[in-house]
């Protein structure tokens, strides 16, 4: 539990902070915890919404859902809260989410250290003071000798530049910016855009109580699904006496889920035996069909027996033809983007009140005050809703206008995009911490295990300088250059590169640069080299007083 003894709060006279911390959900909740617990620092966090959450707490549209397992989706650095903590599902819906994060904020009385509705829209490296200056939105002023960025790589909407927008009589909403207070499609005619993962949960919610529901789909997507269902008390029961069990399963996986990848080969089954175990994973639902084989995300032709089966099963759903075959000309391997899962969301095209556009073959020309225009058809609508999806990991960071030494902005830094080492901190940007930044493993993994590695590794190394007298913290260029090299090398060795249009390349964003961004080497491995760089002094840092 926290040292209530140590003095800070948000009326806090001097301003200045021994860590501020930009964001509170999931990341910034835990490093609190760690720096503020843990090593007795004076830290503020600073959050744009009213309330924790982070993703989950913008993220608030119809059918919004997490992709990992609850009892995996869930802090495991205190074996209370582990205990303390049920839930109800086997994927859990946001609500239950924010349930979550509120217990976990009030339990370790979090909320004090929060500054809620704070957006932070400057970032400044003072090197004299060797001190960071961060203002604010409402025009605030604080300094810290350490900033830590925990935005999320998923907090940038991306609203698509399409012309004639502001002309739309209806309303439209983004699927990152929901209105709290949710919206009624009761009787209302819908454009559905982008069938990401958040469309693919959107779709089968909306089409229940839409008049009617367009989708228009740039690219088809693989989809499993979620057979999601409300635990039973028995795996409620052994989720409560297993822990370290499963622990040890998440922080040994390259994906950080609780459950462990085949060391079969797709190739060395038979067509029989490779069909039954797909049909038996299909039917369990969700993450764990990608783990039916070693191979399936390094090798093509066992990619292939994959990617056929789930195009098949579309085909075998959607009763109209047409519709099917647009559903699943899927241009990617399989599980080459974060492959959604789903309830209902193919069988929902089997509705009389759903159509699907293909705005691949029919590009969106423009929005006018009706509704959408393609290049061949109009459609009136009442609602659009963006499900386009996020300026992936860069977009949070760079909205910030963060400069580090002689006033070289992050913006001009990665204008090829970005540069890390190990994904924590940036060349030129002493005593700046990003975490499950670019060059991390983050969206490759079930989020929780990576933050709580950040979180810990970042609270180590300032717990480090400060029982040694150093003050300055900051990455060698040559170390970041090899890292952006092992990155790049992690990722071809995988055939995740081969989706042109996934955001873990950018390619969702129009002008930004075409880099692979996370790490793929995987979880375990990536904390194997965090851990050997502490052990062999901070390798790749200069560490200073």
């Given at each position: 539990?926290?040292?209530?003894?140590?003095?800070?709060?948000?009326?806090?006279?001097?301003?200045?902070?021994?860590?501020?911390?930009?964001?509170?959900?999931?990341?910034?909740?835990?490093?609190?915890?760690?720096?503020?617990?843990?090593l007795g620092l004076n830290v503020r966090v600073l959050e744009a919404g009213d309330g924790v959450g982070g993703t989950w707490y913008w993220n608030r549209y119809p059918g919004a859902r997490c992709d990992s397992e609850s009892h995996s989706y869930s802090y495991y650095f205190s074996d209370d809260l582990l205990k303390e903590?049920?839930?109800?599902?086997r994927y859990p819906e946001q609500p239950e989410i924010m349930r979550y994060l509120n217990f976990v904020a009030d339990k370790f009385d979090l909320k004090r250290d929060i500054q809620f509705n704070t957006r932070v829209v400057g970032a400044r490296y003072d090197a004299e003071g060797n001190l960071w200056r961060v203002t604010t939105e409402a025009g605030e002023s604080l300094t810290a000798t350490f900033l830590i960025t925990a935005v999320g790589c998923l907090s940038a909407a991306n609203?698509?530049?399409?012309?004639?927008?502001?002309?739309?009589a209806g309303q439209w909403y983004h699927t990152g910016q929901w209105p709290h207070e949710g919206v009624d499609f009761t009787g209302k005619r819908v454009g559905l855009v982008g069938t990401g993962s958040t469309g693919i949960q959107a779709t089968p919610v909306i089409a229940e109580t839409a008049k009617h529901?367009?989708?228009?789909?740039?690219?088809?997507?693989?989809?499993?699904?979620?057979?999601?269902?409300?635990?039973?008390?028995?795996?409620?029961?052994?989720?409560?006496?297993?822990?370290p069990e499963i622990r040890d399963v998440m922080h040994s996986t390259p994906n950080g889920h609780?459950?462990?990848?085949?060391?079969?080969?797709?190739?060395?089954?038979?067509?029989?035996?490779?069909?039954?175990?797909?049909?038996?994973?299909?039917?369990?639902?969700?993450?764990?069909?990608?783990?039916t084989y070693q191979d399936l995300v390094t090798n093509k032709a066992a990619n292939d027996t994959a990617a056929e089966f789930i195009r098949d099963k579309i085909r075998q759903i959607v009763k109209d033809p047409a519709t099917a075959a647009k559903l699943s000309d899927i241009d990617h391997p399989f599980a080459a983007k974060r492959p959604p899962i789903d309830t209902g969301y193919f069988e929902t095209y089997n509705r009389d009140n759903v159509s699907l556009v293909d705005v691949r073959a029919d590009p969106i020309a423009r929005i006018t005050p009706n509704g959408i225009e393609t290049g061949n058809e109009s459609f009136d609508l009442d609602i659009i809703v963006f499900a386009t999806g996020f300026d992936a990991m860069t977009g949070p960071l760079l909205k910030m206008d963060i400069q580090g030494e002689n006033g070289l902005n992050l913006r001009d830094?990665?204008?090829?995009?970005?540069?890390?080492?190990?994904?924590?901190?940036?060349?030129?940007?002493?005593?700046?911490?990003?975490?499950?930044?670019?060059?991390?493993?983050?969206?490759?993994?079930?989020?929780?295990?990576?933050?709580?590695?950040?979180?810990?590794?970042?609270?180590?190394?300032?717990?480090?300088?400060?029982?040694?007298?150093?003050?300055?913290?900051?990455?060698?260029?040559?170390?970041?250059?090899?890292?952006?090299?092992?990155?790049?090398?992690?990722?071809?060795?995988?055939?995740?590169?081969?989706?042109?249009?996934?955001?873990?390349?950018?390619?969702?964003?129009?002008?930004?640069?075409?880099?692979?961004?996370?790490?793929?080497?995987?979880?375990?491995?990536?904390r194997k080299i965090c851990a050997e760089v502490v052990a062999q002094d901070y390798k790749g840092f200069v560490l200073s007083a």
């Open positions: 539990m926290p040292d209530h003894n140590i003095a800070t709060s948000n009326t806090n006279a001097t301003g200045h902070f021994d860590a501020l911390v930009i964001g509170a959900g999931f990341a910034g909740m835990y490093q609190l915890i760690c720096l503020r617990d843990r903590w049920t839930w109800s599902e609203i698509p530049n399409i012309p004639g927008l502001d002309s739309f529901l367009t989708v228009f789909q740039r690219t088809a997507n693989y989809s499993m699904p979620a057979r999601n269902a409300p635990l039973t008390e028995e795996f409620k029961q052994y989720v409560k006496t297993h822990f609780p459950f462990r990848i085949s060391e079969r080969l797709a190739l060395d089954s038979t067509p029989e035996e490779r069909k039954a175990l797909y049909e038996a994973a299909w039917e369990k639902g969700g993450l764990q069909f990608r783990a830094a990665w204008h090829a995009g970005p540069v890390t080492y190990l994904g924590l901190q940036v060349v030129g940007f002493p005593n700046l911490f990003t975490m499950t930044g670019p060059g991390s493993p983050s969206v490759l993994c079930n989020m929780p295990v990576a933050i709580e590695q950040h979180a810990e590794w970042i609270a180590g190394c300032i717990d480090h300088m400060r029982k040694n007298g150093l003050r300055r913290i900051a990455p060698l260029a040559d170390a970041a250059d090899r890292w952006v090299l092992e990155v790049n090398e992690a990722a071809n060795a995988t055939l995740l590169p081969q989706a042109k249009h996934s955001w873990y390349l950018g390619a969702n964003v129009p002008g930004k640069p075409r880099v692979f961004m996370p790490y793929a080497g995987g979880m375990a491995r990536y």
